[in-house]
């Protein structure tokens, strides 16, 4: 059954207009009048419907049922990612999204090649949002991770919160399967860095504001790999996949 994120409110028995990015999706897929669809908007559980009527450049649907089905982790990971260059950050979003983390903090460190400001970062936000509603429509995920404004690491490390702090880093001494194995599953946030690693300053300051200091083993792995190796690592040994 075709599947697609509707971001408008949805009731059993209401007939709506779809948007018409799916309107369009909905003519590309070659659907017919009363074809079956599942829609979600994101606020939990998904709704069956059937196509009402489909013109050139719009359609409709009725709703006809609501199935409370959500696949959400029972505990929260936010992946603090800083700017990898180019478009790794669409790959790692969509992956972290597959892997159910529930939020994603993109963060300005001072190795990231890539600044964004501005317009421009306005535009890259919109399309990671983009991203996100993808990838939830194709893994099954019917409550969207949240997506942090571009934040300076140095004030937003200064922020409080009550989720705990990983720092991965080859500097540690332990590694996060170690650590993980003998916690409780748990909120976190895992602070990943960009090519080249977050600097010694970030390090020490993430330490001083009551990260912990976790590693991925013996390898250095890409910025784009370090974060989904570790939310896969956390679901596989706290028994969420």
Known sequence: MPRFFCSQPLAVGATIALPEALAHHVHVLRLQAGAELSLFN????????????????????????????????????????????????????EKAVELGVAAIQPLAAQRCVVRLAGERAERKLAHWQGVIEAASEQCGRNRLARLGAIDDFSQWIGQQDMHRRILLTPRAGQSLAAWARHQPPQALSLLIGPEGGYSLQEEDAALAHGALALSMGPRILRTETAGIAAVAALNSLWGAM
């Open 42 to 93: 994101g606020d939990g559980g998904q709704y069956l419907a059937q196509l009402a009527e489909l013109g050139k450049r719009r359609a409709s649907a009725t709703i006809v049922a609501f199935v409370a089905r959500d696949v959400e982790l029972p505990y929260e990971i936010t992946l603090a990612q800083a700017l990898p260059e180019a478009s790794k950050m669409d790959w790692i979003i």
